[in-house]
Nanobody, 122 residues
């Protein structure tokens, strides 16, 4: 199995910056696409940013220009640099990964982290 552990969530003031990390561990041959999602209390989960195995990125319109997703394949880790945070960014941020357990199998398995809380005060 694979575990995804997020870290870096905190309480910050509007306009502040924060960097989230998601470290994957376990039986990993390779990790393909990864992403960050977020969900505010009582609201639907939304996709924040994605990054492919070739480091191609995409962002939700609400965060584009403020957030940057990156990955370190040697560490099986992705990051989310969040700048100019606003109260509407308050949510639990969760990591998503598509993992291959074997070099010889194309099967991808989906894993989710437990989430890390980001709270932005006005």
């Amino acid at each position: 199995q694979v575990q995804l552990v997020e870290s870096g969530g905190d309480l910050v003031q509007a306009g502040g910056n924060l960097r989230l990390s998601c470290a994957a561990s376990g039986r990993i041959s390779s990790i393909d696409d990864m992403a960050w999602y977020r969900q505010a209390p009582g609201k639907q989960r939304e996709l924040v940013a994605t990054i492919t195995n070739t480091a191609i990125t995409n962002y939700a319109d609400s965060v584009k220009g403020r957030f940057t997703i990156s990955r370190d394949n040697a560490k099986n880790t992705i990051y989310l640099q969040m700048n100019s945070l606003q109260p509407e960014d308050t949510a639990v941020y969760s990591c998503y990964a598509e993992v291959r357990h074997s070099r010889w199998s194309p099967t991808k398995y989906i894993y989710w982290g437990q989430g890390t809380q980001v709270t932005v005060s006005a």
